[in-house]
Nanobody, 124 residues
Framework: QVQLQESGPGLVKPSQTLSLTCTVS??????????WSWIRRPPGKRLEWIGYITYSGSTYVSPSLKNRISISRDTSKNQFTLQLSSVTPEDTAVYYC????????????????WGQGTQVTVSS
């Protein structure tokens, strides 16, 4: 049974870079054909699909965040990481990592395996 756990700072100041790590257990992040994804839910809003890194190391990021997002992985630690630069209060959200099949990316929380989420607040 794969498990995902997000970790990172709960509070970030505006203009700083947010770094979140997803630690995976019970399965390898190099196993075909999974997409290791980042999703967030701002308060009172819908899920926002941030991007992913595939089992082979290919990445995709949302065009709306493209200039600020970096997704990478450390296969030796079985982790993948999200970096979001120049954060503003609009980046306040619960951030989730998930293991999805490609066809399920963008669909919803009923597909794949998700972490429990971590609250990130951007405030001075």
């Amino acid at each position: 049974q794969v498990q995902l756990q997000e970790s990172g700072p709960g509070l970030v100041k505006p203009s700083q870079t947010l770094s979140l790590t997803c630690t995976v257990s019970g399965g390898s992040i190099t196993t075909a054909y999974y997409y290791w994804s980042w999703i967030r839910r701002p308060p009172g809003k819908r899920l926002e699909w941030i991007g992913y890194i595939t089992y082979s190391g290919s990445t995709y990021v949302s065009p709306s965040l493209k200039n600020r997002i970096s997704i990478s992985r450390d296969t030796s630690k079985n982790q993948f990481t999200l970096q979001l630069s120049s954060v503003t209060p609009e980046d306040t959200a619960v951030y989730y990592c998930a293991r999805l099949l490609g066809k399920d990316y963008g669909t919803g929380p009923s597909s794949g395996s998700w972490g429990q989420g971590t609250q990130v607040t951007v405030s001075s």
